[in-house]
């Protein structure tokens, strides 16, 4: 199962974002690039959340965009995002809003309370269960809205930025939790991320935006 991009995307300005890769199950990617660069456009693109200027988008077989026709809504792409800003529903608890990626599952009360046992405790949000997400931190907020999209058991994960909110000291633990989640995962996976060297464990290709095109970095040094 593939996953293959070619896509013109408008990201500002005169001159599109032209992005060209394919990606197998397993692959985790990893994007980089300047700020208004076009990479969270890149991962709403893939989600079918923006039309394209223009090329095309597959999952194998199936063609999910062609020019700017999205032809695969995004919620049949099987796709977990979760962007940079979190999105909670304030006045519920940590658990509510991380049980709405079960209930996204469809899955009954019992299974549904030990899917957010397991991705509660996994993402250290255990002691921060019936605290209502309106009183949650930046870096609390951000690993709740990461619980719930891997509670929603998704194909593929796009992660925008899952570090921004966090502070240093917490950020080993986080993407020790997101290792173990995309390995559950089929994929391939997205990350977009300004700290590469974070991810050097789990994300070996990383696609680099660059004069308004998608490189991809060959043995390139992550930890610079």
């Known amino acids: 199962m593939t996953l293959r991009v070619d896509l013109e995307l408008f990201v500002g ?4 974002l032209y992005a060209e890769f394919a990606a197998s199950r397993g692959d985790v990617l990893l994007v980089t690039g300047p700020n208004g660069s076009g990479k969270t456009t890149l991962l709403r693109a893939l989600l079918g959340l923006v039309a394209p200027l223009g090329g095309e988008v597959r999952w194998d077989a199936a063609v999910w965009s062609s020019g700017p026709e ?3 809504p995004s919620e049949a792409r099987c796709f977990g995002y979760v962007p ?3 999105t909670l529903f304030p006045g519920q608890s940590v658990v509510e809003n991380v049980a709405l990626g079960a209930v996204f599952r469809g899955l009954a009360s019992s299974p ?7 991705w509660i405790e996994d993402f250290g949000l255990a002691p ?4 209502p997400a309106a009183k949650l931190s930046g870096g609390e907020a951000s690993r709740t809205s990461l619980a719930r999209a891997f509670a929603s058991a998704p194909r593929h994960l796009a992660l925008d930025e899952p570090l921004a ?3 240093e000291a917490s950020r080993s633990a986080l993407v020790d939790a997101i290792v173990r989640g995309l390995q559950k995962r089929d994929g391939p996976h997205i990350i977009v991320s300004h700290h590469p ?15 308004h095109s998608l490189i ?3 043995g390139r040094d992550q930890s610079r």
């Open 84 to 86: 940079q800003d979190p």
């Open 112 to 118: 549904r309370e030990d899917v957010c046992a397991e």
């Open 70 to 72: 999205l032809l695969v």
């Open 165 to 167: 909110h966090v502070a």
């Open 197 to 211: 060297k974070w991810f050097a464990k789990i994300a070996p290709r990383v696609l680099r935006i660059e004069n």
């Open 13 to 16: 300005g005169d001159t599109p």
């Open 216 to 218: 991809e970095d060959q």
């Open 128 to 131: 921060l269960r019936s605290r």
